[in-house]
C-alpha cells in the first residue's frame, strides 16, 4: 500500500490517475510539507482509497507512526494466543483482498472456478498448477490480472477422509471475453466455471451489492490460520490503494502544514460530499494493559459517485 501525505509531486505532470477520487488529492491547492525523517509524528485520521471505495479512520488518541501493537499479558493459554492469531490474519487477508478487488473491478470483471478432479491436498501442488494454468492462459494469448482465493472442499474431504482438496476463487480483471474451451483446455485438472461478476447472484432475487465483500467470504478461518497473509496471491500489476494520513505537526522535525486546519479537512470533506455513504462502525481496542487505556476509532466508508 503506497502511503502519502498530500503529496504534491504529481501537480503539472500528465501522468493518467488511476482513480477518479484521486483528482481530488493530486490536484489540491493545499501543499503539506513533510520531513521523513522525523520520528516523533502522530497519525489523527486516516483516508484510504480504493478505486470508487473511500474509508475514513478517525482516532480518538493520536498514534505514533512507529506505535506497535502490544500482546495481552493476561493471555496465557496458547490456544487463546492461537485465536488471536488467527483472528488477525483473517482480518488483514479480508481487507487486502476487498481492497484490491475494489481498486481492479471493472465493468466486465469475472469470477472463475478451478476445481480438481483428482484428490489434491497439498497446497504447494496446487499453486504449481494455479501457475501453470495462468502461464498457459499467457501463451493463448490471454495475459490474465486475476486475484485468486484458496478454499478446501470440506464435504468432499468427509468422503474422503482427508482435509479436503484445494479448490480456487478467481477474479479476473481483464474485459475482453475468454472462450470457455480455452479456459478447459489450459486447466486440465477437472471442471472449470466462468460468470460475470457483475451478474452473479447470491440467490435467484438478490444481486451482489459489495463484490470485494463477496469474494471475501471465501477466505475461511481455517485457512488464514494456515497461511496468513498467503491464502491468497494476485498478479503483478495491479492497482494499490492509496492511503492519505493527517499527521500531527508542532512536532521536532515534523515539518508544517500549510493552513493546517484546513487542508485535511477539507480534503476528507470533498470525498465524503461527493460520495454515498454505505457502512460506518466504531470499535475500542486496547493500547496499554498496563494503564487500561484504550482507543476509539470511527470508521466511515463511502462510494465515490
Given at each position: 500500500?503506497?502511503?502519502t501525505?498530500?503529496?504534491?509531486?504529481?501537480?503539472?505532470t500528465?501522468?493518467?490517475f488511476p482513480f477518479p477520487?484521486l483528482y481530488?488529492?493530486?490536484h489540491?491547492?493545499?501543499?503539506v510539507?513533510?520531513?521523513?525523517?522525523?520520528?516523533?509524528r502522530?497519525?489523527l485520521?486516516?483516508?484510504?482509497?480504493s478505486?470508487?471505495h473511500?474509508?475514513l479512520?478517525?482516532?480518538?488518541?493520536p498514534?505514533?507512526?512507529?506505535?506497535?501493537?502490544?500482546?495481552?499479558p493476561?493471555?496465557?493459554?496458547?490456544?487463546?494466543?492461537?485465536?488471536?492469531?488467527r483472528e488477525?490474519?483473517?482480518?488483514?487477508?479480508?481487507?487486502t483482498?476487498?481492497r484490491l478487488?475494489?481498486?481492479?473491478l471493472t465493468?466486465?470483471?469475472k469470477?472463475?472456478?478451478?476445481?480438481?478432479?483428482d484428490t489434491?491436498?497439498?497446497?504447494?501442488?496446487?499453486q504449481?498448477?494455479m501457475?501453470?494454468f495462468?502461464?498457459?492462459m499467457?501463451?493463448?494469448?490471454?495475459?490474465?490480472?486475476y486475484?485468486?482465493?484458496l478454499?478446501r472442499?470440506?464435504k468432499r474431504?468427509v468422503?474422503?477422509g482427508?482435509a479436503?482438496?484445494?479448490?480456487?476463487?478467481?477474479?479476473?480483471?481483464?474485459d475482453?471475453?475468454i472462450?470457455?474451451?480455452?479456459?478447459?483446455?489450459?486447466w486440465?485438472?477437472?471442471?472449470?466455471?466462468?460468470?460475470?461478476?457483475n451478474?452473479l447472484?447470491?440467490?435467484d432475487?438478490e444481486k451482489?451489492?459489495?463484490?470485494?465483500a463477496?469474494?471475501?467470504k471465501y477466505?475461511?478461518k481455517?485457512a488464514?490460520?494456515?497461511?496468513?497473509?498467503?491464502?491468497?496471491?494476485?498478479?503483478?500489476?495491479l492497482?494499490?490503494?492509496?492511503?492519505?494520513?493527517l499527521?500531527a505537526d508542532?512536532?521536532?522535525?515534523?515539518?508544517?502544514?500549510v493552513?493546517?486546519e484546513?487542508a485535511?479537512?477539507a480534503?476528507?470533506?470533498?470525498?465524503?460530499?461527493?460520495s454515498k455513504f454505505?457502512y460506518q462502525?466504531?470499535?475500542?481496542?486496547?493500547l496499554?494493559?498496563?494503564?487500561?487505556?484504550?482507543?476509539?476509532?470511527e470508521?466511515?466508508?463511502?462510494?465515490?459517485?
Open positions: 500500500m503506497r502511503s501525505c498530500f503529496d504534491s509531486s504529481w501537480q503539472g500528465a501522468q493518467p477520487c481530488l488529492i493530486t489540491t491547492q493545499k501543499v510539507k513533510i520531513v521523513q525523517t522525523s520520528c516523533n502522530y497519525i485520521q486516516k483516508a484510504v482509497i478505486g470508487n473511500v474509508e479512520y478517525k482516532y480518538s488518541m498514534i505514533l507512526c512507529e506505535f506497535e501493537k502490544q500482546t495481552n493476561k493471555v496465557t493459554s496458547q490456544e487463546q494466543r492461537v485465536g488471536d492469531k488477525d490474519n483473517l482480518s488483514r487477508a479480508r481487507q483482498v476487498r478487488i475494489w481498486c481492479n465493468p466486465h470483471t469470477f472463475l472456478t478451478l476445481t480438481c478432479k489434491c491436498t497439498d497446497v504447494k501442488a496446487f504449481r498448477k501457475q501453470t495462468f502461464q498457459a499467457t501463451r493463448k494469448g490471454y495475459k490474465l490480472r486475484l485468486y482465493v478454499e472442499q470440506k474431504g468422503k474422503e482427508n479436503g482438496t484445494w479448490h480456487a476463487h478467481v477474479v479476473v480483471f481483464n475482453e471475453k472462450p470457455l474451451e480455452v479456459l478447459k483446455n489450459c486440465k485438472h477437472g471442471r472449470t466455471e466462468i460468470k460475470m461478476l451478474g447472484r447470491v440467490k432475487d451482489i451489492n459489495d463484490v470485494g463477496y469474494v471475501c477466505i475461511t481455517e488464514a490460520l494456515e497461511f496468513g497473509m498467503q491464502c491468497f496471491r494476485c498478479s503483478n500489476g492497482h494499490r490503494p492509496y492511503e492519505v494520513n499527521k508542532g512536532l521536532p522535525g515534523v515539518g508544517y502544514f493552513d493546517k484546513d485535511y479537512n480534503l476528507v470533506e470533498e470525498l465524503f460530499k461527493k454505505c462502525d466504531s470499535k475500542i481496542i486496547p496499554n494493559y498496563d494503564t487500561d487505556s484504550f482507543q476509539i476509532i470508521y466511515s466508508q463511502a462510494i465515490f459517485k
